[in-house]
């Protein structure tokens, strides 16, 4: 293909990735609009590719893919996670930093792009003072809360609240600062500012509005990230529009309401089952007699469990549609875009029967639910790129300090980059 142009995925790819907080990132596809001659939208070079690379100087450029592929294994990545766990609890979560650490790096280790595999280089001992420091932090809001002491746990709450989008900020530039490939590290270049945008107003106004805000604020959450992005030189741009967004939310909304219905329908006929075998649904049986026997209860148990397994599918939805959405409309430096093939309900079927994998297991299916997760989104994402890979110009980036990312790891913020 030597085109002038990058095709569209609308049009080649007939069903158009992250992780979770492992691999590329949340980069995205191929594009109409393209670049013309291998230049940025405004016919200058892109910041960080060499302007003497054949399709950038003006001549037609070639469109080459790669596809990402994964090499991790489930039998190798238990050895690790056991080991992982065992040290964690002996020695009462110190050795956390380096349990995350080292599963980032088996991760990044095992994803390999156009012949090179990522890499994850953060210092575990960093991470430990941050660890510690939030740690601390949470375990004295805990002790305030359960001792009644609000003049105590209030303050911390407000200094969460008001810290949140800073924290999210630094985790971003700290995780983009120690994943590299091809020996160049990655770069976030979004602003404090932005953060408390995107973070701070976006997540107040969902909590305001609900559904008619929430799509609002993921769309400018993966645009701050998507647009924060660099590798070297080059830099992140995100193409997309609010509106899919609020069809991914409506969707997952359907669903949601569908599962309450669902859910109450199936808890009744279960307990009138019960009621009917068990001799409890009689003539003359009051209604206190019902209320007091189990049939209430295995009525409760199993509409919550069936909400709770239905409320799954729609979340696993919207992170699925999600991540495929902002991957087909991204780019960087104007000259590398990536497709993202996968089902999302193909994604959510796998997170329901990875999730009843570890319950039956007792979590001992963990490493294996990770793997197959990871194999299943990677085999799905390509990189269509109008230059080689290593021709683009580095700059040391500095990490910054862990306090972000550690936060964002205990407190279960979810920023994966």
Do not use: C, K
Request: aromatic share 12%; charged share 10%; proline share 5%.
């Amino acid at each position: 293909m030597s085109d002038a142009t990058l095709p569209d995925p609308q049009l080649t790819d007939p069903d158009p990735l992250h992780p979770a907080g492992h691999g590329l990132g949340r980069h995205a596809a191929v594009p109409t609009g393209a670049v013309p001659t291998g230049t940025g939208r405004d016919g200058a070079v892109p910041a960080g590719v060499d302007p003497s690379l054949p399709g950038v100087s003006g001549a037609a450029p070639d469109v080459t893919r790669h596809d990402l592929s994964f090499t991790g294994t489930a039998a190798e990545y238990f050895r690790l996670w056991i080991v992982n766990v065992a040290l964690t609890l002996v020695t009462l979560g110190v050795y956390l930093p380096w349990a995350r650490v080292r599963t980032r790096q088996y991760f990044y280790g095992h994803t390999w792009l156009d012949g090179q595999n990522f890499e994850y280089r953060a210092n575990p001992a960093a991470l430990l003072r941050g660890y510690l420091l939030v740690g601390a932090l949470f375990g004295l809001y805990s002790y305030a809360s359960q001792r009644e002491l609000y003049w105590l746990a209030l303050p911390l709450i407000v200094l969460y609240v008001a810290l949140y989008p800073w924290l999210v900020w630094r985790s971003l530039r700290f995780q983009a600062a120690n994943t590299v490939h091809r020996g160049l590290n990655f770069s976030f270049h979004g602003t404090a500012g932005d953060s408390y945008v995107a973070y701070g107003a976006a997540n107040v106004a969902a909590s305001v509005a609900g559904i008619f805000a929430l799509p609002w604020a993921w769309f400018m959450q993966r645009q701050y990230q998507v647009r924060g992005l660099g590798y070297g030189q080059a830099r992140g741009h995100f193409r997309g529009d609010v509106a899919p967004f609020y069809i991914i939310g409506l969707t997952s909304l359907g669903l949601s309401l569908a599962g309450g219905v669902v859910a109450l329908l199936l808890g009744g006929l279960v307990a009138g089952a019960w009621s009917a075998l068990s001799g409890e649904l009689r003539a003359g049986a009051d209604f206190e007699d019902l209320i007091d026997g189990p049939t209430v209860w295995i009525f409760l148990g199993v509409a919550y469990v069936s909400f709770l397994l239905l409320y799954t599918v729609a979340w696993q939805y919207v992170r699925g549609a999600t991540m495929r959405y902002v991957l087909n409309n991204a780019e960087l430096g104007g000259v590398v875009r990536t497709g993202a093939t996968f089902s999302p309900w193909g994604l959510v079927w796998l997170s329901v029967t990875n999730s009843l994998a570890q319950v039956v297991t007792l979590g001992l299916a963990t490493p294996w639910a990770a793997i197959r997760r990871t194999r299943f989104i990677l085999a799905g994402v390509h990189v269509r790129t109008i230059t080689d890979l290593d021709h683009f110009r580095g700059q040391a980036q500095v990490p910054g300090t862990a306090l972000g990312e550690a936060a964002s790891e205990l407190l279960d913020i979810q920023v994966g980059f």
